[in-house]
């Protein structure tokens, strides 16, 4: 049997302490905005079928993705910078 991935939460539309939201930091045109839409509508199925069940949860692939394409667009190939 094999155990399903388990991803760790991600609630963009949580509420914090201070500020009350992160959407107060990031102004509505930023292209991170844009990223973000277009990633979600983006269809991941095969990536998340490679990933393997059980040990600790994971970061969910589409978050991972976000974050290297956001890199990319700014020009930054490494996590060193």
Known sequence: MKASPVWKTNNQSQLSLLPPSYDDFVPENHPVRIVNIIID??????????YKGGGTSSYHPRDLLKILVYAYLRNLYSSRK
Request: hydrophobic share 30%; aromatic share 0%; net charge negative.
């Open 41 to 50: 509508q983006i269809d991941i199925s095969s990536i998340e079928r490679t």
